[in-house]
């Protein structure tokens, strides 16, 4: 009788969570983070400038900031230079977060249902817990309910600035959460703004902004190619948004998502995607700290912090930066993976994410910008919840920096594997590692133990 081998009962096999990228989009999700990690220094910088102008020099900032510019008719155009930048400015970051969304349902992480769970459920709880706990805090008297939406939001340019001012390595599965996470939260933040802060609708102006929208729509469908063309009638559409009453960087998300993102016939990129390489360095280069140093110049003095922490909208803000943020999505990933039976990546812990949780809680430039809009009746509430944003922001870049380090010889480790390219073909070899032809190629590059000390042959 001869011994039969071991009969195994078939095993479904569970889907990774924070697995490998495929190529494309790692090589996509590298060049964006690239631009995006610029821009976020700069960012870092433009926000000091902001408050030492505004703390050393304040009447020349204010005067600057209130500086009028623009046509008053036909559609109200004469705005400060502070609203130009939050109205006009922001446009152009939120059409490109508006491409990156549509990107990522076409492309990305969010094409599949399966895949689209973990960062969707993760966004929606990061927002949802931190608004929450704001209301909590503001429910008594003194309270300002009205500004819940403050702490909802993360900037991912700002989470980058601080990676790459303290040196932090990031695995990329780590940065393609945090920047899909990023994407959700911006749609989420759009549609707050646009649903929760829009005021005196003009029914004729929102009427030609959606006719505008539609031809903006048809003629890229139709081919038609042409900036001259297109960037006017941009303008034009954001300039009848601003007349409707709807905050006018909904028009930027409107024009991002109607631009397609999947490739057609023999096209190395689809339009999209080329119209985002082009938009993303003005916008994370210039747009958005031209914001932050409009936005970010508040008084800095011992009273206003002690009023941070003393009074209820601004320690709601805080409290929703540094707890709700991180408890929201960290929570929401570890059940989401949970209810769906997904394995963690093997390379990485839950610490990991519990450290990009509260990397995320850093919410700049989206709360500067809704501070404003939640408390645009009474200037001296606005800059303390911008004071508050930012000492929410710094807490949570601090305590994200800690954790972050404590691991960063094993994420350096991580990254010089997913980079590593023997053969010098631009493919890292983690891609090419189960070809065995590439392995007999790579197999005289790696240097033997026996070999150590000997010249190689020539």
């Known amino acids: 009788m001869t011994d039969q081998p071991p009969v195994h009962e078939p095993t479904t096999r569970r889907r990774q969570l924070l697995g490998r990228l495929s190529l494309p989009e790692r090589t996509f999700i590298t060049d964006a983070l690239r631009t995006e990690t610029v821009g976020g220094v700069l960012l870092l910088v433009a926000a000091v400038v902001a408050l030492v102008w505004a703390n050393v020099w304040p009447h020349a900032y204010e005067s600057v900031l209130d500086y009028t510019v623009g046509p008053s008719a036909p559609l109200h155009l004469d705005l400060t230079l ?242 709700g943020k991180t408890v929201g999505i960290f929570g929401g990933t570890w059940l989401a993976a949970r209810f769906t039976r997904a394995e963690l990546n093997p390379q990485l812990r839950w610490a990991d994410m519990f450290a990009v949780s509260v990397l995320a809680g850093i919410g700049f430039t989206v709360s500067l910008l809704i501070s404003e809009l939640a408390f645009r009746d009474d200037v001296a509430l606005a800059d303390l919840s911008k004071t508050a944003v930012l000492v929410g922001s710094l807490l949570c870049a601090a305590v994200a920096t800690v954790l972050l380090k404590l691991r960063n010889r094993h994420y350096r480790e991580l990254c010089e594997e997913e980079d590593r390219d023997l053969d010098g073909d631009g493919v890292p070899d983690v891609y090419q590692e189960d070809d065995p032809a590439w392995r007999s190629q790579v197999a005289g590059l790696a240097p033997r133990p026996d070999d150590e000390g000997s010249e190689k042959p020539r």
């Not at 704001?134 to 309910?145: E, I, K, Q, R, T």
């Not at 393609?176 to 549609?191: C, Q």
């Not at 998502?257 to 999209?272: F, T, V």
């Open 82 to 323: 502070g609203n130009w930048a939050k109205d006009g400015l922001l446009t152009i970051f939120f059409f490109v977060a508006g491409i990156e969304l549509k990107r990522e349902f076409v492309a990305g992480e969010l094409r599949t249902p399966s895949a689209a769970l973990l960062p969707v459920v993760a966004a929606v709880c990061g927002v949802a817990l931190p608004a929450i706990l704001f209301a909590l805090v503001n429910s008594g008297s003194g309270g300002h309910p009205s500004g819940w939406a403050i702490p909802t939001a993360t900037d991912i340019a700002f989470a980058l600035g601080v990676l790459a001012v303290v040196g932090s390595h990031l695995p990329s599965a780590l940065r393609a959460f945090l920047l899909t996470l990023a994407v959700v939260d911006d749609l989420i933040a759009i549609l707050i703004i646009a649903v929760f802060y829009s005021s005196g609708i003009k029914f004729w102006a929102l009427g030609l902004a959606f006719a505008g929208l539609v031809l903006f729509w048809f003629l890229h469908r139709r081919g038609v190619h042409g900036w001259y063309l297109f960037v006017p009638l941009a303008v034009v559409n954001w300039a009848l948004m601003h007349e409707s009453g709807i905050h006018a960087t909904v028009a930027g998300v409107a024009m991002g998502l109607m631009l397609r993102c999947h490739k057609e016939g023999d096209e190395q990129h689809s339009p999209g995607e080329h119209i985002e390489h082009l938009v993303r360095p003005f916008s994370a280069g210039l747009a958005v700290p031209v914001f932050a140093l409009f936005a970010a110049g508040v008084t800095i003095s011992g009273s206003a912090l002690r009023e941070v922490f003393t009074q209820a909208t601004p320690l709601g803000i805080v409290i929703g930066l540094l707890v």
